[in-house]
């Protein structure tokens, strides 16, 4: 599914623009290292500030049979998913060393790159999601303490299911789906996006200083039972 990105950052800019802040967004395909380092570059030129924060949450998923899933629509998960967080994490890791600032970068994860899901299909993106994971210690024990350049501490959120333009159209295709999913945690429901955001502030603020190479799971207790 394509979400029009005008329509979407329409409220957001308004609210900008009634606190006396300018919102700009800059398109770039996550998977070509040369139109990430472009954008990248491109946002650190025209801010007014050195970089100081990343949140990374491009991604894409798809349903199939492990023994039929095509190797096209594997890799390009994987491109996405994967390769397109890393470029972007790299991009600004080198602006913000470049800058000699300090930072934070939020990788956005999944709770599906720690379990299986239940009632879908989904092997390629709970692998990538669980390379991210991965990706966000790695990141962070390279850029914690260099010796050289300022502390990048790196770290992730894995959202439980939430309700979102892209997810609802597979719960509403899958007969039961979204009773099997809300009963498999603690709170009886699906998420919703605002229910995301203070953890993403959290690790972008300050009051996460001593936070790197962690794992923050909204998953409404669904990994605990």
């Known amino acids: 599914m394509t979400i029009n ?4 950052i329409d409220p957001l800019t308004k609210l ?4 006396g802040r300018v919102l700009e967004y800059i ?6 290292p040369t139109s990430v380092a472009a954008a990248m570059e491109q946002a650190a030129r025209t801010s007014p500030h050195p970089i100081r924060g990343l949140v990374t949450c491009a991604g894409i998923s798809g349903r199939e049979h492990a023994t039929s899933y095509s190797h096209d629509a594997f890799k390009r998960i994987l491109d996405v998913n994967v390769t ?4 972007c994490a790299q991009a600004i890791g080198r602006i913000m060393h ?8 939020v990788l956005i994860a ?4 720690t379990v299986a899901n239940k009632g879908v299909e989904t092997v390629a993106y709970n692998s990538s999601k669980a390379a991210v994971l991965q990706m966000a210690r790695n990141l962070a024990a390279e850029w914690g303490n260099d010796g050289t350049h300022p502390t990048i501490r790196v770290n992730t959120v894995s959202p439980g299911y939430i309700q979102t333009p892209i997810t609802m159209p597979t719960v509403e295709a899958v007969p039961g ?4 999913w809300e009963g498999g945690n603690m709170l009886g429901r699906l998420s919703e996006v605002h229910e ?3 953890g993403i502030v959290y690790l972008l603020a300050d009051g996460s200083s001593y936070v790197t190479g962690a794992d923050i799971r909204a998953d409404g207790g669904h990994c605990a039972w």
Request: negative net charge.
């Open 16 to 19: 900008a623009t009634s606190a």
């Open 98 to 105: 470049d800058q000699h600032t300090p930072g934070s970068i």
């Open 196 to 198: 995301h955001l203070s």
């Open 5 to 8: 990105a005008d329509t979407a």
């Open 84 to 87: 397109g967080t890393f470029l």
């Open 27 to 32: 398109t770039c395909d996550v998977t070509s």
């Open 110 to 113: 999944s709770m599906s790159g």
């Open 177 to 180: 789906l979204k009773e099997l």
